[in-house]
């Protein structure tokens, strides 16, 4: 499994700081983490479970990549 390319990191801006741990099980997919925003933006704490899926981890893992992403951009673009 490649665990980091798919998950929280998967999709993330180059340079962007995450803390993360990752978790797989009977067909159960998770990544939770720290995301350090740029410029001082501060950190958004994100958990992103796909449960019960049967599809191959590969695709829960781009999922949890696309959910970080959408997150990390929300919090950056839409911060007043």
Not at 23 to 40: C, H
Not at 49 to 64: A, H, L
């Amino acid at each position: 499994m490649s665990h980091g390319r798919r998950t929280l990191e998967g999709l993330a801006a180059f340079g962007t700081e995450i803390a993360h741990k990752t978790g797989t099980i009977g067909g159960s997919t998770n990544d939770v983490g720290i995301v350090t925003l740029p410029d001082d933006a501060g950190h958004v704490a994100i958990a992103v479970f796909v449960k019960s899926s049967d599809k191959e981890t590969s695709v829960s893992e781009r999922v949890i990549a696309e959910v970080a992403r959408a997150v990390h951009d929300y919090f950056l673009f839409q911060r007043p």
